[in-house]
């Protein structure tokens, strides 16, 4: 598929996915959808990428949220059938591989629910988040109801979508939106020291951590606990457990190789 509406690009062990339609604020629609999908598959199967990272063109925009034109066209059989936002989202959740959002402007509407479908959200002080879909008499469908209230807790979810409050970057780091906020001029430094703490770590542990509290947290705690028990077992038995303990022992540097 070639990509119109999406930039993929790697840079080192960074696959960047950047949302390429700053004249309509980087909003989402079908095909722009579809082609994140494409760019995930692409990171996925290139072996040399650590981390994938998200972002929108430009410097007012992460993602508006989906394109009100297509939204419009929308009927019942659309949400219940099909590929849709929530199903990516999910795609995006549990990737193998960690995911950051770097928001650099507005995330509102499906673009707040991408960046939280994402296991770290770095925002610039410009930013401001929000799920404004009541406006339109609609919830957030993509999963924002429910990651939002995982995040920040049930009280301030429902005051942020029954209200359609946008909150700035200073709010939402107070709030658990976001882990990360600095300036629009550090903020792709800030992702990239973020991201090499993430690569100087075993691969596998990395994506099994991602397993147990992604999978875990959906559960009760015997389950969860077992879900640990059951990925350190597997991570025992590695040769990058044997190359971690043994370099900490030597007081180097270790070399993983994701075995």
């Given at each position: 598929?070639?990509?119109?509406?999406?930039?993929?690009?790697?840079?080192?062990?960074?696959?960047?996915?950047?949302?390429?339609?700053?004249?309509?604020?980087?909003?989402?629609?079908?095909?722009?959808?579809?082609?994140?999908?494409?760019?995930?598959?692409?990171?996925?199967?290139?072996?040399?990428?650590?981390?994938v990272i998200f972002s929108g063109k430009g410097d007012k925009s992460f993602a508006a949220g989906a394109d009100i034109n297509q939204l419009t066209e929308k009927t019942a059989v659309d949400a219940l059938q099909g590929k849709g936002m929530q199903q990516i989202y999910d795609k995006i959740e549990s990737f193998e591989k960690p995911t950051i959002a770097m928001i650099n402007g507005y995330a509102l509407g499906g673009g707040c629910e991408l960046a939280m479908s994402c296991d770290i959200r770095i925002a610039s002080t410009?930013?401001?988040?929000?799920?404004?879909?009541?406006?339109?008499?609609?919830?957030?469908?993509?999963?924002?109801?429910?990651?939002?209230?995982?995040?920040?807790?049930?009280?301030?979810?429902?005051?942020?979508?029954?209200?359609?409050?946008?909150?700035?970057?200073?709010?939402?780091?107070?709030?658990?939106?976001?882990?990360?906020?600095?300036?629009?001029?550090?903020?792709?430094?800030?992702?990239?020291?973020?991201?090499?703490?993430?690569?100087?770590?075993?691969?596998?542990?990395?994506?099994?951590?991602?397993?147990?509290?992604?999978?875990?947290?959906?559960?009760?705690?015997?389950?969860?606990?077992?879900?640990?028990?059951?990925?350190?077992?597997?991570?025992?038995?590695?040769?990058?457990?044997?190359?971690?303990?043994?370099?900490?022992?030597?007081?180097?540097?270790?070399?993983?190789?994701?075995?």
């Amino acid at each position: 598929m070639a990509l119109e509406n999406i930039e993929y690009v790697r840079q080192d062990k960074l696959g960047f996915i950047t949302i390429n339609r700053p004249d309509v604020r980087n909003a989402l629609n079908k095909q722009t959808l579809e082609e994140i999908e494409e760019a995930l598959d692409r990171a996925s199967a290139d072996t040399e990428v650590g981390v994938v990272i998200f972002s929108g063109k430009g410097d007012k925009s992460f993602a508006a949220g989906a394109d009100i034109n297509q939204l419009t066209e929308k009927t019942a059989v659309d949400a219940l059938q099909g590929k849709g936002m929530q199903q990516i989202y999910d795609k995006i959740e549990s990737f193998e591989k960690p995911t950051i959002a770097m928001i650099n402007g507005y995330a509102l509407g499906g673009g707040c629910e991408l960046a939280m479908s994402c296991d770290i959200r770095i925002a610039s002080t410009k930013a401001k988040l929000g799920l404004p879909e009541l406006n339109l008499s609609i919830i957030p469908g993509a999963g924002g109801t429910q990651r939002l209230a995982r995040l920040v807790g049930k009280g301030k979810a429902l005051e942020m979508i029954l209200t359609g409050k946008i909150i700035d970057a200073e709010e939402a780091l107070q709030a658990g939106l976001i882990t990360e906020m600095t300036t629009s001029e550090q903020l792709l430094d800030k992702v990239r020291e973020v991201s090499e703490k993430i690569l100087s770590k075993g691969p596998l542990a990395v994506q099994l951590a991602k397993i147990s509290v992604h999978m875990g947290t959906e559960t009760d705690m015997k389950t969860g606990l077992m879900l640990e028990k059951l990925s350190q077992a597997v991570l025992f038995n590695t040769e990058d457990k044997n190359e971690g303990t043994k370099a900490f022992l030597e007081k180097r540097t270790p070399v993983f190789k994701g075995e």
